[in-house]
């Protein structure tokens, strides 16, 4: 039943060209450079140390490593980090 | 950025510190209250600094005593917190307060009279009449009224010809321009020097109060001293000023020349004519160009109309319509007569002559040259005569 939901809002979106992220709710990553990384869509932090920091979203666990991390601000929708970003993994 | 910054500074916020095990879940839940939080960094494995804007880290707690850390407050910054520290210090406020209240009193004050161009009239006098009008040393500025200085001194001085009040920071400058005053209407209290009012020869000295200083003969120039009021006394080095009287007589020359050219261009409209429009908008305009001027000899008009019609209302509207007009011209070579133009020459140069020169000197010779030169006529006019060239000015104090 959940598949097919998930289905039918798929097919909409692609033939009406809606943005994919705001129906399906799906994290959305907007990375300037290697210095700053914004994240919509989020589902939480689940951890967060300077060189490691992993986001829930809907589709899995993003997994985000670089040196010097920081969370410059957080907010229900939105995670902006800061610092060397190296490597972005999605575990899911 | 900065305004989100500067924002923050007026809101104030606080510098936190909080200690924990789970402190993803802290930045979570405060995420799901609306806690605003921002510039999270990891200081150590247990300890956590970020920024709360004060109303957020009231809310702060609640989520605190759920996930169960330690918040320690670091520092205090803004403006609230600025405020509540002044009112802890009311004295070192007030005398901040008091400073800039002082600087602005005081800057608004005049301190300082100046008068300049006083040549016949004593300063001294100029200022008491100030005084006496309730202007003066100490005055606030902004209750100087400079029409009103003006009306003073042209009602008590009949002789001013120009009159400026100014007044620039805590300096009140006035500027005059006196006409040449008939010499006993000076005050006599004053001491004074007999000066040149223009430049001539001299060719008789009366002196009858004060020491000449030209004789018969030398040449001097406007402002030259002619009889001192400033008197040696022989024995000693002193100094006696007095009052300065006498009649200095003087050769000056009066000239005047005319150019005309012989063969003049005359202008004359063939009637024909092109028409531009532009807009203008204050100072600026545009002007739609529509082909070119062919024109071989134009002039050019511009008149100007408002798109609106407020004049009766007092309004100048700023967007205006502009038209220019170019009309053609012939132009036409007229050769003049050059007895008729000789003549005309000398009665315009005789007429700038009379202008400039008194009536009650005595003319000495007068003389008329005519010069025909690349077609254009010369006629230049000398006129010399003999007058009273004394002017009396008033011997400025030596520390002004």
Sequence with gaps: MKRQIEDVKYNISKSLELPMDIIMDLPKLNLVGDGELTIQNHKGIIEYTEGTIRINTRIGVFKITGESLEIKTILSEEITIIGLIKRIEIIS | ?400
């Design chain 2, 1 to 400: 950025m900065l305004a989100i910054k500067i924002w923050n500074y007026f809101k104030g916020y606080v510098i936190i510190r909080v200690e924990g095990l789970t402190l993803e879940r802290l930045l979570n839940l405060s995420a799901a209250h609306d806690i605003y939080l921002w510039d999270v960094k990891r200081l150590s494995g247990i300890v956590l600094e970020m920024k709360s804007s004060t109303k957020g880290f009231r809310s702060l707690k609640q989520v605190v005593k759920k996930v169960g850390c330690k918040v320690t407050i670091k520092e205090k910054i803004g403006l609230p917190f600025l405020i509540h520290k002044l009112k802890e210090r009311k004295m070192w406020f007030a005398g901040f307060l008091l400073f800039w209240a002082m600087i602005l009193f005081l800057t608004s004050l005049i301190w300082r009279i100046d008068i300049l161009g006083n040549e016949q009239t004593p300063k001294e006098e100029i200022i008491a009449l100030l005084d006496s009008n309730n202007i003066s040393y100490g005055k606030i500025k902004y209750q100087i009224d400079k029409e009103q200085i003006k009306d003073i001194l042209n009602e008590n001085y009949d002789y001013l010809s120009f009159v400026s009040v100014t007044i620039k920071g805590t300096k009140l400058t006035i500027e005059i321009k006196e006409q040449d005053l008939p010499p006993e209407k000076v005050d006599k209290d004053y001491p004074c020097h007999i000066v040149a009012k223009k430049k001539g020869v001299i060719t008789k000295v009366i002196p009858k109060n004060g020491k000449a200083v030209v004789e018969r003969g030398k040449v001097v120039t406007e402002g030259d001293i002619l009889i001192t009021g400033i008197l040696t006394n022989e024995g000693t080095d002193e100094f006696i000023a007095v009052h300065a009287e006498g009649e200095v007589y003087a050769l000056t020359r009066y000239s005047s020349i005319i150019r005309e050219p012989i063969v003049k261009n005359e202008e004359r409209y063939t009637g024909n004519s092109i028409i531009q429009k532009g807009i203008k908008i204050g100072n600026k305009g545009i002007r739609f160009i529509r082909g070119n001027v062919d024109f071989k000899d134009y002039k050019e008009f511009e008149s100007e109309k408002s798109i609106i019609n407020l004049e009766s209302f007092g309004i100048k509207f700023p967007i205006k319509i502009t038209t220019y007009e170019f009309r053609e011209i012939e132009l036409e070579e007229v050769k003049q007569d050059i007895d008729f133009l000789k003549n005309s020459n000398y009665l315009e140069a005789m007429k700038m002559i009379n202008e400039e020169m008194p009536s009650d000197v005595l003319v000495q010779s007068k003389n008329t040259r005519h010069q025909v030169d690349n077609g254009i006529l010369t006629t230049q006019v000398i006129i010399e005569a003999i007058e009273d060239i004394a002017k009396k000015q008033i011997i400025q104090n030596k520390e002004d």
